[in-house]
């Protein structure tokens, strides 16, 4: 089963990505290689993150597949710095006009 997840980390920051080959629970993403500068040494010892599979496929094709995951950044704004970790495709303030978050991202949402 392929399926594009969301990972919400303790800070409530997101991840969106994709897993074509229904590894679920052995994979959980690739977010920018700073993100640990986001958490304490303390609040590292110990991490809680949570998966949601947002969209599930068996015969989606890989490059479909790979454009449902950039339609998903771009619904929840995760390659927004100040909402997500997603890299790819970059982000662009004009769009988030139209995100689900409208770039209002707050702790507490």
Same mark, same amino acid.
């Given at each position: 089963?392929?399926?594009?997840?969301?990972?919400?980390?303790? +800070?409530k920051k997101i991840?969106? $990505?994709?897993?074509?080959? $229904?590894?679920? #629970?052995?994979?959980? $993403?690739?977010?920018?290689?700073?993100?640990?500068?986001?958490?304490?040494?303390?609040? #590292?010892?110990?991490?809680? #993150?949570?998966?949601?599979?947002?969209?599930?496929?068996?015969?989606?094709?890989?490059?479909? #597949?790979?454009?449902?995951?950039?339609?998903?950044?771009?619904?929840?704004?995760? +390659? +927004?710095?100040?909402?997500g970790y997603n890299m790819?495709?970059?982000?662009?303030?004009?769009?988030?006009?139209?995100?689900?978050?409208?770039?209002?991202?707050?702790?507490?949402?």
């Open positions: 089963m392929k399926v594009i997840y969301k990972i919400t980390y303790p +800070n991840y969106i $990505g994709k897993d074509e080959k $229904g590894v679920i #629970l052995r994979y959980i $993403g690739s977010p920018e290689t700073d993100i640990d500068k986001d958490f304490t040494w303390e609040e #590292l010892q110990k991490v809680t #993150l949570t998966k949601e599979i947002l969209f599930s496929d068996e015969d989606i094709s890989d490059s479909e #597949l790979q454009r449902k995951e950039y339609e998903y950044i771009k619904k929840f704004c995760s +390659n +927004n710095r100040a909402i790819v495709p970059k982000f662009d303030p004009k769009a988030c006009a139209t995100c689900d978050k409208k770039c209002a991202f707050s702790a507490s949402s």
